[in-house]
């Protein structure tokens, strides 16, 4: 969903924009890597790729492959031909205490999820100086095909059921991929590297996150309260990714809008998509 909002962000500010799917490049195989940016020779790479939090609970060595060992590869070979980086993170690397994390918190790396990320981060920033490592929030936005569109598939499920039931004691900042791509383009153009948190602004519940999603479609159904033993997971994720986007405002760049305001101007997006 990021990448394809960064193609089209970035593309319609005109920018030169190459997206490569896994078909085009194994970022796991450094020779792969290597001919891509001696024949792409990037200004800046964009590191996208990521595997579910409960896949690298299951398959930690898979997690370690695509996150740790992939984004290191991305990373030295940006060092090597003098291109930039952004290696996309998480927001899931901190506790169960509900406060906003900042950049300047300790980590706590729950999963094996976040230790693959976290040590990612570290990898890419160690390999090529010119990095930023962003955290996002809970990501929406994309097409409806995309296979991780919350906000589409709740609204699929809102359609098929009388009430939907959400858990209301994992917390996070829901966070719009098309506003990302753009906050991302204005952080680059600064040349100031490093860490960032970068979120919609707001914490919510995924109780309080769906009821706002069904509220934006003007849906009847009803949303209902659980806590997280409702849906137990083989991961054990952090009760709270929220995020404090302290060095966007030590870099003077604005935050992002409400997540609120986000939601809604997504739904509004997606109406016109569906009823075409």
Known sequence: MLASDLARVWSAARH???????ADLDITDPGQVRLMMERVAPDLLVNTPGIGVDTCEL????????????GANVARECERTGASLVYISTCGVFGDEIKYYSEYDPVVLKT???RSKFMGEEAAIAACPRTFVIRPGWLFGGFPQHQRNFVYQRYQEAQQ?????SVNDKFGSPTATSELAEKIMDLVAT??????HITNVGR??????????????GLDTAVEPVDSSAYPRPAPVPNCESLDNVNLRFLGLPQMSDWHEAVQRYVAELKKTLSK
Request: hydrophobic share 40%.
């Open 204 to 217: 919510a519940s995924r109780y309080d996150y769906v009821k706002e999603i069904v509220k934006a479609f």
């Open 59 to 70: 398959e930690p060595e898979k997690g370690f492959q695509i996150h740790t060992w992939a």
């Open 191 to 196: 040349e100031a590297y490093g860490l960032y």
């Open 112 to 114: 094996q999820y976040a």
């Open 161 to 165: 059921n009388l009430v939907l039931r």
């Open 16 to 22: 030169e924009v190459i997206g490569l799917s896994h």
